[in-house]
């Protein structure tokens, strides 16, 4: 600003006019080009309903540009497009036509929709991907944290039997192009309890999985299901249910129903909360591990081990196998 005042001659009404006009122009501009216009709630992505291809093997999204700033508004609006046609041809609308929804509610970042028993009637791997599809495009509402699925009022169960619980966008994972309702084979180290139940002690098992659920949670369904091996004792309760898994910056949260707290046998709580962490960090991309209770972590579990903290691998807890 000095060189500019000494090269040209200007009364100080004008040059006041003209930086004030300056000044304002680069605050537009740094709002404009940084996104901080913050009139609207800001969107953890850009936003996309997702249908169902004809084929039954994926789903696709299509951009989607809300009309309203107000959640409910937003969940009615992303629900009535799930309902429409898409406008690419090769897709075909994930709500309406085989089964309806009921209703929904949404608390605490809870959402919960209650959908007709037509939703039954889905074949077991043209269901997975409808549930992608709702779960993907309503859980890109900024203050939707978690989507369960009732089916005429009662949880969804899945075609094994097991219950759903509250899922996210994490609950369904891309796999290099292959077809979300693709199965695959893996081997995975599982952390079961000795007799005392004062150490663990590991085993292998080959599970073939839905790669749509996440690896996470396959390792705690198959934790849940307990051992089947002579010499190895189920560290949880098998009444547990798995309300999340989500998977942020190497730590792996755990929401768990209260079961968890009634464990079975005489089990020590080192025994049962490293059985959960070793056995996830086993796996490439998991670091640590924090255990929840209905959404809780405030818990002393067992009157002697705080659930507050994330959990390392602890490997002083296994049982050494004799040379």
């Not at 901080?36 to 084929?55: H, I």
């Not at 693709?182 to 150490?199: C, N, P, Q, R």
Request: hydrophobic share 35%; net charge negative.
């Amino acid at each position: 600003m000095k060189k500019f005042r000494t090269k040209r001659k200007l009364n100080i009404g004008y040059l006041l006019l003209a930086v004030m006009m300056l000044f304002m122009s680069l605050s537009y501009g740094c709002n404009t080009n940084r996104g901080e216009d913050t009139s609207e709630p800001v969107l953890k992505k850009d936003t996309a309903v997702y249908y169902v291809n004809r084929e039954k093997t994926r789903i696709q999204g299509e951009k989607y540009v809300f009309s309203s700033d107000d959640t409910n508004d937003r969940i009615e609006e992303i629900i009535k497009a799930l309902g429409e046609e898409p406008k690419s041809k090769g897709l075909k609308v994930s709500l309406g036509k085989d089964f309806a929804i009921l209703g929904y509610t949404f608390k605490d970042g809870n959402l919960t929709l209650d959908l007709d028993k037509d939703y039954q009637k889905l074949k077991p791997s043209e269901e997975i991907l409808v549930r992608a599809a709702l779960v993907r495009s309503l859980a890109q509402i900024q203050d939707v944290q978690y989507v369960q699925i009732l089916v005429g009022g009662e949880g969804l169960i899945d075609s094994l039997g097991n219950p759903v619980g509250f899922m996210n966008e994490e609950s369904f994972v891309e796999n290099d192009g292959k077809e979300i309702n693709a199965y695959e084979k893996v081997t995975v180290t599982l952390y079961f309890a000795t007799e005392d139940g004062k150490h663990l002690i590991t085993g292998q098992r080959q599970v073939v999985y839905n790669t749509n659920v996440s690896m996470e949670k396959m390792v705690m369904e198959q934790l849940i299901k307990g051992p089947v091996l002579n010499g190895y004792y189920p560290t949880i309760n098998p009444d547990t249910k798995i309300l999340s898994v989500t998977n942020k910056d190497g730590i792996c949260y755990i929401n768990l129903s209260e079961e968890f707290l009634k464990q079975p046998g005489d089990i020590s709580s080192d025994v049962v909360v490293y059985s959960i962490a070793n056995s996830l960090i086993d796996l490439h991309n998991v670091n640590r591990v924090q255990i929840q209770v209905n959404g809780n972590s405030k818990i002393l579990f067992r009157e002697t081990l705080s659930l507050e903290e994330s959990f390392e691998r602890n490997l002083d807890i296994v049982l050494k196998e004799e040379p």
